[in-house]
Each structure stands twice: as structure tokens, then as C-alpha cells.
């Protein structure tokens, strides 16, 4: 399968379903961190092409309810933030995962099919990711853990916070190339 994983620098995602024999590619305003087959710039200047699936992680910065205090400050960037997620969901691709977290996408537009956990596929984490699917099931558990903490939430202030808490940690990328191998 033809694989576009949309706003992804870390290339976890993509790697995970290389691995599976897809042809995947990363896209990202940001190089790719890891080598592989990654389109440095906009999403929209690739999405229209012939793609089987999208796994897309728009930036929550705007969207993320963490950041609900700042909200009445940002009304033109939250606007164009749920433009910009409307136009990952309405892509004419078949198959469709939009990540992020608890955020204004669920009252804004709709609620996720489903909420996710690290805990559930093998991280000792807390961290709430909701996905909205299109034409995919719901992820299953792969390794439920104990020792639950939420390490990401805990991160102190700092130039890369954001990055580290963007990524998306490898036991869910590797759950969703099983899982939605077709």
C-alpha cells in the first residue's frame, strides 16, 4: 500500500509500516529524523496524489485542550488549526487515522472513534490519544503494562518540549502497521 503519513518528522510511523513491506512516506515542514522516504515541506503539495492510506498528527498547539487557558488568545489560529484538520479528514483517501490529543477537534468537529493510551501497547505512560478513523478499526491492545506515569505531561519547559511530546511512541506505530496491514 501506497502509505502518507502526514505532519510526522520523527519518521516512527513511517518506519513501522516499511517495515511491513508498504511504501511509506513522511511529510513534515521539519527534515525527517530518521532516514527513509520523507517529503520536506507542505502536506497539501502531495496529498491529492494516489495514496491507500493517511495516518496524519496535525500540530495540537492551537488545538490541545492543556492549552485551555490560552484559548480566548487564539481564536484566527484555532480557526485555521480545524480548517486544517478538516482537510486531512475530507482527503479523498481511502483509509484515513487523524492523531492527536484530548483536544477542540471533538467538540469542534466530532468525537474520536477512539481514545488511546501508551499503557496499552507496551509504554509505562499515561498519555490520552484520541484517533478519528475513516474505513480503519480500532486499534487493539498489543501489551497492557503496569507502572503507569505520565512522564510526557511532567516534561519541564524547554526549546524541544514540543518535539518530544509529538512523538508518537513505537509500540502504537507498530500496533497500527499490524494491525491495519492490509
Known sequence: MRILVACEFSGIVREAFTKKGHNATSCDLLPSELPGKHYLGDVEDILY??????IAHPPC?????????WFKDKQQEQKEALEFVRLLMEAPIE???IENPISIISS?????????QPWMFGHGETKATCLWLKNLPKLQPTSIVEGRESRIHK?????D???ERSRTFTGIAEAMAEQWNF
Request: hydrophobic share 35%.
Open 49 to 54: 496524489e494516489d495514496w491507500d492510506m493517511m
Open 61 to 69: 498547539t492551537h488545538l490541545a485542550v492543556s492549552g485551555a487557558r
Open 95 to 97: 483509509r484515513i487515522c
Open 108 to 116: 469542534k468537529i466530532r468525537k474520536p472513534d477512539q481514545v488511546i
Open 155 to 159: 516534561m519541564p519547559p524547554g526549546p
Open 161 to 163: 518540549r514540543w518535539k
